[in-house]
């Protein structure tokens, strides 16, 4: 198989074609043909290889059933109260514990 990023005599030929059809489609304004290169480029390309990007990919984090990410709980530690202990709620833990030992120790120290 050819390097798709090297481009042949032959792919600089269709390129050079498909730019001056879609130049003359478009009634031939003043810009000329070589303004439809890089567009008549990426059409030639996709003809080439029609299955380019048709391989899933899987994602980097875990999905729910609906495809949304799933967070981990530990990364919402920093969101809670900014303003320091106001009232008697800000000294507590607002979210979960990232482990089950995390939990249990917390609740040891209390």
Same mark, same amino acid.
């Given at each position: 198989?050819?390097?798709?990023?090297?481009?042949?005599?032959?792919?600089?030929?269709?390129?050079?074609?498909?730019?001056?059809?879609?130049?003359?489609?478009?009634?031939?304004?003043?810009?000329?043909?070589?303004?439809?290169?890089?567009?008549?480029?990426?059409?030639?390309?996709?003809?080439?290889?029609?299955?380019?990007?048709?391989? =899933?990919?899987? #994602?980097?984090?875990? +999905? !729910?059933?609906?495809?949304?990410?799933?967070?981990?709980?530990?990364? *919402? @530690?920093?969101?809670?109260? =900014?303003?320091? #202990?106001?009232?008697? +709620? !800000?000294?507590?833990?607002?979210?979960?514990?990232?482990?089950?030992? *995390? @939990?249990?120790?917390?609740?040891?120290?209390?």
């Amino acid at each position: 198989m050819d390097n798709p990023l090297e481009t042949s005599p032959q792919t600089q030929a269709r390129i050079t074609a498909k730019a001056k059809e879609m130049w003359e489609a478009d009634g031939r304004p003043g810009c000329g043909p070589q303004a439809y290169a890089e567009q008549a480029s990426e059409l030639i390309g996709m003809e080439s290889n029609p299955d380019a990007g048709q391989i =899933p990919v899987d #994602s980097p984090v875990p +999905l !729910d059933a609906n495809g949304q990410p799933i967070e981990q709980a530990w990364l *919402e @530690e920093n969101l809670g109260n =900014p303003g320091g #202990s106001q009232d008697e +709620l !800000d000294d507590r833990r607002e979210v979960p514990f990232a482990t089950r030992q *995390e @939990e249990e120790d917390a609740l040891k120290n209390q």
